[in-house]
Every structure is written in C-alpha cells, then in structure tokens.
C-alpha cells in the first residue's frame, strides 16, 4: 500500500511530518513569548501608579492602570526652556540623514569595491574590515580632533557624518553585491548604453534589497537612539532620548514619566522593524539568481 502524501494549498509537502510542525509552532510561540516579555514589562512599567512602581516583588500585571506617567512626561518636557518640539525635530533629523547618508555612501562604496577593479581596491577592504573590530568609544579621541579641525563640534554634523562613515553597513552591502549581483547583467546594462550610475542605482540596488533594508534598520536604530554626545554641548541641539535621561536625574518621583519616555522611544524602531521585515523576507526569497 502506498503512502498518502500530506498537502498544503495543493502541494505536496514531503519534509516534516504534522507533528513536526506542531513542535516547531510550539517552539516559536515559546521563544516569541520570552522575546516580548521584556516590551510587556516595559509598556506595564509606564502605565503603573508610582506605588506600584516601587512594589517589591515587581509585578507584571497593573493593578490600576493609568496614563498619568505620559502625561507627566510631556508636562516636565514642556516645562523646559527647550521646546519639546525641538528635541523631536533633532532626533528626526538626525536619524533621517544619518540613515540616508550611509545607506547611499555605504552602497556606493560597495558596489565600487566589489564589482570595480582599481589599483588598492583589497587593500582598502581589508581596513575596512580591520576597522570593525575597534569599539567607537576607542576613536572618540580621533573623531573629536578631526570634527575640531572642520569645525563641526557642537553641530548636526558631528553626529550626521560619523554615522554615514559606517564601516559595517558598506562591508554588508558589499558581500551581498558580491553574491546577488551577477557580473553578466551589469556588463548587459552597460553594452546596452547604460551610465555606471544607472547601472547601480537601478540594476544593482534592487537585487540587493534585503541588504540596504538591513543597514537602514540597524542605522536608524542606533541613531534613533543616541543620546549625550561628547560632541554635542548646545541643549537645543540634543535630542530626544538625552531629553529622557535627565528626567531621571529629577528624582525618583519623576521615574513614572522615565518609563514613559522609555515607551515612546521604544515604539518607533520596533514599528521601522515591524514594516520593513516583512520586506526583508519576502525579498530574501525571491533575491536567488541564476548566471
């Protein structure tokens, strides 16, 4: 008697039985439940009373849940002698050149020293390479010096410009150019009359997608969340998240309005993450490519 082969929407499945798959659902549920545990505490913290903020053991359901602590957070950021606008727009700003400048230079580099031969072109990746195992808080000295020579202390700049340098996001665009661009369709593009540029910006980056996807996630994340800058002294210049840290410094009376803030900033990468992986899946997918 033969066997009964399982389908799934009119497709034979042949790789796991149905008992494997529920074991596998199971698992995922399990670790996608450790995985939000720690958002849950977060957003419960933020709608707690300040009594039940302090209770020992912490507890993870709010007895009387409250939006008292946002509240309070916007009244002692409107308070300030900066507007609370203005804390926003820095950190919008920030965020959103530092994403754009690397994501664009990062590529550009990559796509050069990966599919251009010039004289130094491994040389150069391997500094690059080498440069990823230094931490940055090793080259604050360096950068300080080099932002004080181009007057760019105490300016958007001294932030916007280190992040768009990022080494790692040019070293993961160029793997990936190296392994989803094939040489034969930029060399296609190119008999076919198209510029270098074009032959970059519209052939490469799309098969690339999951990559700049990637680094504008990472990116964003890092810069969404910079806080005090030894480069920044200006209070009109800092940004949001240094806004948060010094409600702490108010007392413990203000650490309701804390886990507030710590909610907001939360929520805008997770919500940059939540779109874009949906992306970075599909595209992963769909990115395999045959010379």
Known sequence: MSKKLRTRGHRVVLNRSAGGDAGIIFFLIIMGAFMFIP?????????KP?????????????????????????????????????????????????????????????????????PGGKFFFKVIVLSLMFHPTVNQVTHFIILSEFRWVDTYLAIIVPAMASTLGLYLMKQFMESFVPDTVLESARLDGASEFRTFWVIAMP???????????????????????????????????????????GGIARS?????????????????????????????????MKD
């Open 207 to 249: 098969m690339v997608k999951p990559a700049w996807l990637t680094l504008i996630i990472e990116s964003f994340k890092t810069l969404w969340n910079t806080g005090a800058s030894i480069y920044i002294h200006s209070e009109q210049l800092k940004t949001f998240n240094y806004a948060i840290s010094q409600i702490v410094s």
């Open 256 to 288: 309701g309005a804390h886990a507030a803030g710590i909610v907001i900033m939360m929520i805008v990468p997770i919500i940059v993450f939540v779109i874009n992986q949906s992306k970075i899946i599909e595209t992963m997918g769909a990115s395999g």
């Open 39 to 47: 958002m849950y505490y977060a957003i419960a913290q933020s709608l």
């Open 50 to 118: 300040l009594d039940e903020l302090f209770m020992f053991p912490p507890r993870f359901i709010v007895r009387n849940p409250s939006l008292e602590n946002y509240s309070d957070l916007f009244s002692l950021l409107n308070d300030a002698w900066v507007p609370f606008s203005r804390y926003i727009f820095n950190t919008v700003f920030i965020t959103a050149c530092g994403t754009l400048g690397n994501l664009l230079l990062g590529s550009m580099a990559a796509y050069a020293l990966a599919k251009m031969k010039f």
